[in-house]
């Protein structure tokens, strides 16, 4: 797993709306520890990743480290898909299945 995504931890929280104490208590962690996730001075484990996108609504971190590609890569797709109307669609059959 390529651990230059830490950039975009913050990114999904402050997209959320989160400060990293609302975070910690989100991820049961203490707030030093996100903290060093975001700055990647230390790699979370695969459960806590996972939460931390299901809190945070990045299915494109997630999606990046799922298929070992870059995130800004998955981001840009997702944001291009999203301004096309495509995602709406998708997450709508999602929903049905």
Same mark, same amino acid.
């Not at 402050?14 to 049961?28: I, S, V």
């Not at 990743?49 to 890569?73: G, P, R």
């Given at each position: #797993?390529? /651990?230059? $995504?830490? %950039? /975009? /931890? =913050?990114?999904? !929280? %402050? !997209? %959320?709306? /989160?400060?990293?104490?609302?975070?910690?208590?989100? #991820?049961?962690?203490?707030?030093? *520890?996100?903290?060093?996730?975001? $700055?990647?001075?230390?790699?979370? !484990?695969?459960?806590?990743?996972?939460?931390?996108?299901? =809190? $945070?609504?990045?299915?494109?971190?997630?999606?990046?480290? *799922?298929?070992?590609?870059?995130? *800004?890569?998955?981001?840009? &797709? #997702?944001?291009? &898909? #999203?301004?096309?109307?495509?995602?709406?669609?998708?997450? *709508?059959?999602?929903?049905?299945?």
């Amino acid at each position: #797993m390529d /651990f230059a $995504t830490h %950039k /975009f /931890f =913050k990114k999904a !929280r %402050k !997209r %959320k709306g /989160f400060n990293q104490e609302e975070m910690a208590f989100e #991820m049961g962690v203490p707030q030093s *520890t996100v903290s060093r996730w975001e $700055t990647g001075k230390l790699h979370p !484990r695969a459960d806590d990743l996972i939460k931390w996108c299901q =809190k $945070t609504d990045a299915q494109d971190l997630l999606m990046a480290v *799922t298929l070992n590609v870059d995130v *800004t890569v998955v981001a840009d &797709l #997702m944001s291009n &898909l #999203m301004q096309s109307g495509i995602m709406g669609a998708i997450y *709508t059959l999602g929903g049905l299945l």
